[in-house]
């Protein structure tokens, strides 16, 4: 395909820019689908893997807080390893992304970080 070319705007150089920033994303989102990380809470009594897709993977509870009399808490301790391994994946994703997409200027309505 022929584009024009404006001056030292080359819409066509752009284009295959834009398609190879978009297989860059593609495979980084791939890759991170493949990369953990963990939350804790209650000093490692709760434990929960994520990974970069932001899905849960894993949950390991330690069997020591399991009684009757303390559900609560290990409820408020799952949910509290479950946000730190979001927080962790959605750090990861973001700094992989920002590899790829690093380099582009800021146009509104392109976040690939979202």
Do not use: W, Y
């Not at 009684?67 to 609560?72: E, L, N, R």
């Amino acid at each position: 395909m022929n584009f024009p070319n404006f001056g030292n705007l080359n819409i066509g150089n752009m284009m295959e820019q834009m398609k190879k920033l978009q297989e860059d994303v593609s495979r980084t989102q791939d890759e991170l689908a493949r990369k953990t990380v963990t939350g804790e809470s209650g000093a490692g009594m709760v434990s929960v893997v994520m990974n970069g897709a932001l899905e849960l993977v894993s949950v390991t509870i330690d069997p020591t807080i399991l009684k009757p009399d303390d559900a609560q808490m290990v409820q408020d301790l799952i949910v509290a390893a479950v946000n730190k391994a979001l927080d962790n994946a959605r750090a990861m994703s973001e700094q992989e992304l920002k590899k790829v997409s690093g380099l582009l200027p800021n146009i509104p309505g392109l976040d690939f970080l979202k």
